[in-house]
């Protein structure tokens, strides 16, 4: 079994920064890619920054500038530094990754993770 673990997060002035981590473990063949999504209240689930395999990296026009996500591929860790954060960055922020996992000693299966979710809230 494959879980995300997540932390970071909290309450954070505008203008202030937080980080954000995540941790994949269990029977892990590979990963292909790892991001963060965020959910706002009465909003749709949306894609904040993602990495895949070889670095490429992608970003929401909302965060470009201000977000960097980086991966450790040894350690099946992703961060997301979040730097000059506005009222509008408020929402829970979840982890999210592609993975590869072991089903038996030579046969594995590939599914979409999810972490448990961690609150965000930038207010004065």
């Known amino acids: 079994q494959v879980q995300l673990v997540e932390s970071g997060g909290g309450l954070v002035q505008p203008g202030g920064s937080l980080r954000l981590s995540c941790a994949a473990s269990g029977s892990i063949r590979s990963i292909n890619s790892m991001g963060w999504y965020r959910q706002a209240p009465g909003k749709k689930r949306e894609l904040v920054a993602s990495?895949?395999?070889?670095?490429?990296?992608t970003y929401a026009d909302s965060v470009k500038g201000r977000f960097t996500i980086t991966r450790d591929s040894a350690k099946n860790t992703v961060s997301l530094q979040m730097n000059s954060l506005k009222p509008e960055d408020t929402a829970v922020y979840y982890c999210?990754?592609?993975?590869?996992?072991?089903?038996?000693?030579?046969?594995?299966?590939?599914?979409?993770?999810w972490g448990q979710g961690t609150q965000v809230t930038v207010s004065s």
């Open positions: 999210n990754a592609d993975i590869k996992s072991y089903t038996g000693s030579t046969t594995y299966t590939r599914k979409d993770y």
């Open positions: 990495t895949i395999s070889g670095g490429t990296t």
